[in-house]
Nanobody
């Protein structure tokens, strides 16, 4: 079992920044893929970014490329999502997820564990 706890969400003005954290506990995640997804009201959950833990390779959705950065801290078993130049359309609940086996990181069904989510609201 893996437990994922997100933090760092909040209310920010357009153009501002937030850093989300996802702390993992339980079994080792050193061979996992870790992803961030988001879901706005009335919309499907969408892929934001992912990182392959063993080598740090990163993957990004086109909509956030150049503005968001995913990273990891091995010692803390934590993955981060640095979000800059935020836009109102970035408003959503952001979820952290862990994929044990699949490498199809952009697909929600690939992930085996999910956090509870953290709200990000960007005002115009």
């Amino acid at each position: 079992q893996v437990q994922l706890v997100e933090s760092g969400g909040g209310l920010v003005q357009a153009g501002g920044s937030l850093r989300l954290s996802c702390a993992a506990s339980g079994r080792s995640i050193s061979t996992y893929g870790m992803g961030w997804f988001r879901q706005a009201p009335g919309k499907e959950r969408e892929f934001v970014a992912a990182i392959r833990w063993r080598d740090g390779r990163t993957y990004y959705a086109d909509s956030i490329k150049g503005r968001f950065t995913i990273s990891r801290d091995n010692a803390k078993n934590t993955v981060y999502l640095q979000m800059n130049s935020l836009k109102p359309e970035d408003t959503a609940v952001y979820y952290c997820a862990a994929a044990l086996y699949s490498t199809a990181y952009t697909i929600p069904a690939s992930y085996d564990y999910w956090g509870q989510g953290t709200q990000v609201t960007v005002s115009s």
